[in-house]
């Protein structure tokens, strides 16, 4: 194969691996990397042109941080969002300085105050935790931030416990909502039909269930945003292809000893979350 | 019911859906927290009590920051690691400072600096990333604090594309081990018998696919060292019951279009990767 023959090869978009040992073989490596930038300019070029893919936006996206979040809940669907061409993604502090937030024995540097995040959100979105979304509920300067946001957002969501925040903030009234298992309970009390699902829509509210829910959850708001076919190659990237070791990752397949040990540890904590949505 | 017959039945350790209605409809606030402190209590001492079950213990875990690393990477492991009671987690600085690292859209703050890091390592965990784990391979101290730091470590671990630094450290040669999809046949040319797995053991090497395959390994992991009923009980308290919304997790089960597109929109860097293992 003639240097022609094989830059052909390469700008047709084959499939990787043939490109790379047919580069291999007869290229040195600045040919190759110059060949593999054709290639990517190109995969790029033909991606913008499908029907129904949206590859370059202008999305504001506020994920607010609060001391005591799950980084788990927040990271996965940032991974997802921040793959999105164009896109703004506020961390926004929950005060008004820049102080890195603790997150289960990580700490994440907020991007924004809350005076920088904006009124006309694409998505406002909460994650969740424990203790630490217990003291949020209760902090109301926070409850009355939650609320200013949702007001005017196209989509407001949540991940886990996130969503009892927004019950807090009165979002969830009359709605169709889900959260982390061990809190449906907790919010089927409160006017919000509470759901055991992965991803719940209703209306303008997208809410995803415990954790790693927020895989699922981000994929749909991507499709939902960015078309389809965008999301698969998001979850391509993210080599999404889930095996659990064990099959216990919801408490109805999970061992009755599994699932009353998380109920029965986390009794305290939905007692009071509980109540903080009595009062 | 009186409050003798509540109280055993809370402290029996019943599921938490009718502990807390009963504790609702006959209870303050403060009598059912109460209570459920003490269900809290009896869940950890049950818990603990079973055979296999390793609740403390005194792990020393060392997760590897570096600019440019995937925050998802890392996160999902340490979510799961951070659930392993007395064990410590070292998120370790790529410097002699604690100035937070970039990674991905998000910046997390270090823990400890490279000389706080210890050598009896029982995980040494590195995490995958696109650009930024090409800038890692580059950098020589980086390299050599890898391997240094494995030379004694209990379990040589990765996620994503992590391994191609691991491959640099010399630590793959004539070992089974897994990368990002998109980076097996570079691994392959170097020695490392590449698997497409979504987890794989070689003696004391466990590395995971790309991105979301860092849970599955992680509860692997907790598995190994802490018993697989800690690991179910982690696995619920994520709620890890995946369900993507679409199948284009694998190359196998994208379509070619979506295979082609994320693996030509990667091939300069991949040729970049691969000529770095070269030299």
Redesign the interface.
């Known amino acids: 194969m003639n240097r022609r023959q094989f830059t052909r090869l390469a700008i047709a ?5 043939p ?3 047919v ?2 073989a007869e290229a040195s ?1 600045e040919q ?2 110059t ?3 054709a ?2 300019i ?3 070029k ?2 913008m042109a ?1 029907e129904g893919i949206k590859m370059m936006g202008n999305e504001k996206i506020a994920m607010l941080l609060y001391p005591g979040f ?3 809940d927040l ?2 669907p ?2 997802i969002f ?1 793959s999105m061409m164009g896109a703004k ?1 506020y ?1 926004v502090s929950p005060t008004e300085d820049l102080t ?1 937030v603790e997150a ?6 907020p991007t924004h105050r809350q005076s920088e995040c904006p009124d006309d959100l694409d998505i406002l979105f909460i994650p969740g935790g424990a203790m630490g979304t217990l003291k949020a509920m209760q902090n109301q300067q926070f409850i009355a931030f939650i609320k200013a946001k949702a007001a005017k957002a196209k989509y407001i969501t949540s991940v ?1 416990t996130g969503s009892l925040l927004l019950a807090k903030a009165g979002l969830l009234k009359g709605k169709k909502a889900t959260s ?3 809190t449906l ?2 919010l089927a009390k409160f006017g919000t039909t509470a759901v055991k699902e ?2 719940v829509w209703d209306g303008n509210i997208v809410t995803g ?5 927020g ?2 959850f981000a ?2 708001i991507l ?1 939902a945003l960015r078309g ?2 965008y ?3 998001i ?12 099959n ?4 109805d ?16 904590l ?3 979350m ?2 903080e949505l ?1 009062t």
């Open positions: 978009g084959a499939s990787l691996a490109f790379i040992s580069a291999q490596f190759r990397k060949q593999a930038d290639v990517s190109k995969a790029h033909d991606f499908v799950y980084a788990a990271v996965n940032q991974f921040n993604i961390l890195p289960g024995g990580i700490s994440i540097v886990c982390h298992w061990t309970d907790i992965r991803v269930g415990g954790v790693t829910a895989i699922d994929l749909e499709a389809q076919q999301a698969e190659v979850q391509l990237q993210a080599e999404y292809d889930p095996a659990p070791p064990f216990a990752g919801s408490p397949k999970a061992s009755p000893f599994v699932r009353d040990t998380v109920a029965n540890m986390f009794a305290p939905l007692v009071s509980e109540h009595e």
